[in-house]
């Protein structure tokens, strides 16, 4: 697609006036769109105000509708909840209630509008501007406003951000607050699991969600639990009884805890509630186990925001006012939202009608039908929830007599045990035998491989670090030995979860080929590593949980700033030479700059940072946070940094510097690496069971696979998930600093400048093209998505 990029510079918001409001339920991230809104407001020259209480707000008019600045924003990006407030308006419900409505807006010039709410919310902002005409010819016949007001404002733009925990949203698949309220839940789980396994008892846990079951689904794919319960997927006839047969041959197999996730919409077959409480008790009756309540409740609300949700808000609002500065009286009022990993425009009627289809078919007691309209991320959820959940007995299981191993290589990042876990499960149900390898390469060579069964990963999903063990070692020099133990151990087909270290790994082995008979069997990589340096990948497992253990850290230190004034921190995070973490972590934790290799820079450039930070400490912000990838520059290291900007800076600010270091390998992994983990494993292990059919000998009574096919890499690409063969990776990649040569993430850079107020140009070339939301069909969910 090489057409010529399009810059934002040409569109001017000049004269034009937007206002902004959050409405319907709060949820975590809303402040970082409002300020990602408020920002590129005013850096484009539109007047921006805020809308107080949500259209209530908007009714009573008055102070409720203010004209902020840049600073009106500061500080708001790790704060939970809105700060201007939301409320349920029954007035705005009425005619006259819109009208006055109107006419608040119309006497401050306002005909743009960016709503952040649920669909109800969206639904109401839709019909406010088809009305608009309507509502301004009868302010005019009464005198509230002259002709001249109805010309000049005949046309209202809308454009909806979806911010709802629930993500209930068709057509989006994230919506803003859903990351955190997983963080709540996640956070929750593993506290319980401790006092669980201790007592041997079962917890029964309810979660929000009346209508739709994402966040108890993806909680009990990130926790593993034992059962789940969601509106979209009741369970069949008879499922007390299968649920208290798992249950108990859990607790046989020496497992001492059993979790229970129900939704708080979750329904039987019949359309019957079925609540926490009725859950515990067919426990207690049937099977006599101690067992507990818990209900979340407003908690899943609360909290700061994640770095997930934080940046998707922050991209969502840019394109936001993007979307009022392009929209015409013709084009419909829209939604932002992500699919995969880009920000599209998708009408939002067609989306609020999917939604409601949703409901409907779920009424009626479709529900194949209700999880396809949910779209193909719920569908996958579901798919891979059921597939690692209940092991069938050993006597339904087939039987491929193929032996499959797994193995970790690189450092260590949160979500690599999540990952094993999955390709286990998967690979015992589609009756292989797998075998772990410890320590990598090195312990391949030296034999370190045993079998491992279902209940041997069981617990591992929430476990950071790496269990099996992990090195950086590369096979080349072990070729002979790991061959081997290839041979001695059958081994038909290799697993390797890891970073780039695994990517050169493969390469190597693959090359190897030629010389060793053993290395000709199906090879799959699953990246994980917190750099996300890996080539035919946009994410790897355990990036996400680096860059919110970097975003808690920066909350922290802008915390110690407020109270001393004038202080700027040099920050220094992990990456090799890749500035994901760096980049990211400053669009999540609101910093000033950051430095990264990808993006050279020299004195001229630190000059003027220094002389952006003096500005700013003359304004009501006294603070500065700077972030710098560590290899971003031999020369330019942080001690350089942090001692030119103490000088430059004296009498003006001062300077800390903190190192990062090793705590952002660590750590517990946050819900999305738990979550992509899990399903990317396990779609890795699938394509492995295709491959052994394949290239299977019968003669021989071998597998044979020498192609280059046979050797791929698993990584998400935009919107799916794609099997890339190793060796065409290889012009991709920038092997001296161990990065891809083309980065995605790089296009977020400017967002992060001008949300620093930098003048900066900012590509806008991938958005703008209003999208319809896809109805996708069943074999579309095996394919690539998420």
Known sequence: MDHQPKFFENLSGTGKAIGVLTSGGDAQGMNAAVRAVVRMGIYVKAKVYFVYEGYQGMVDGGDNIVEVSWESVSSILQVGGTVIGSARCKSFRTREGRLQAAYNLVQRGITNLCVIGGDGSLTGANLFREEWSGLLEELAQNGKIDEEAVKKYAYLNIVGMVGSIDNDFCGTDMTIGTDSALHRIIEVVDAIMTTAQSHQRTFVLEVMGRHCGYLALVSALACGADWVFIPEYPPEEGWEDSMCVKLSENRARKKRLNIIIVAEGAIDCHNKPITSEKVKDLVVQRLGFDTRVTILGHVQRGGTPSAFDRILASRMGVEAVLALLEATPATPAC????????????????????????????????????????????????????????????AELPKTNFNVAVLNVGAPAAGMNAAVRAAVRVGITEGHKMFAVIDGFEGFARGKIKEISWGDVGGWTGQGGSILGTKRTLPAKYLEKIADQMRTNNINALMVIGGFEAYLGLLELSAAREKYDEFCVPMVMVP????????????????????????????????????????????????????????????????????????????????????????????????????????????????????????????????????????????????????????????????????????????????????????????????????????????????????????????????????????????????????HVAMHSPKEAETGAI
């Not at 009408?347 to 193909?376: H, I, N, S, W, Y």
């Open 335 to 394: 939604v932002v939202s992500l699919s995969g990993n880009q920000a599209v425009r998708l009408p939002l009627m067609e989306c609020v009608q999917m939604t409601q289809e949703v409901q409907k078919a779920m009424d009626e007691g479709r529900f194949v039908e209700a999880v396809r309209l949910r779209g193909r991320s719920f569908e996958n959820n579901l798919n891979t929830y059921k597939l690692l959940s209940h092991k069938k007995p050993d």
């Open 528 to 771: 994980a590593t917190v750099s996300n340096n890996v080539p035919g990948s946009d994410f790897s497992i355990g990036a996400d949980t680096a860059l919110n253990t970097i975003t808690d850290t920066c909350d922290r230190i802008k915390q110690s700033a407020s109270g001393t004034k004038r202080r700027v921190f040099i920050i220094e995070t992990m990456g090799g030479y890749c500035g994901y973490l760096a980049n990211m972590g400053a669009l999540a934790a609101g910093a000033d700059a950051a430095y990264i290799f990808e993006e050279q820079f020299d004195i001229r450039e630190l000059q003027a940072n220094v002389e952006h930070l003096t500005e700013k400490m003359k304004t009501s912000i006294q603070r500065g946070l700077v972030l710098r990838n560590e290899n971003c520059n031999e020369n330019y290291t942080t001690d350089f940094i942090y001692q030119l900007y103490s000088e430059e800076g004296k009498g003006v600010f001062d300077c800390r510097k903190n190192v990062l270091g090793h705590m952002q390998q660590g750590g517990a992994p946050s819900p999305f690496d738990r979550n992509f983990g899990t399903k990317i494993s396990a779609k890795a292990m699938q394509w492995i069971s295709k491959k052994l059919k394949e290239t299977y000998r019968k003669e021989e009574g071998k597998v044979f696979a020498n192609t280059d096919d046979s050797v791929c890499l698993l990584g998400m690409r935009r919107r799916n998930l794609v099997f890339q063969p190793v060796a065409e990776l290889k012009t991709e990649t920038d092997f001296v600093h161990r990065i891809p040569k083309e980065q995605w993430w790089l296009k977020l850079r400017p967002l992060m400048k001008i949300l620093a107020k930098y003048k900066t140009s900012y590509d806008v070339s991938d958005s703008g093209q209003l999208e």
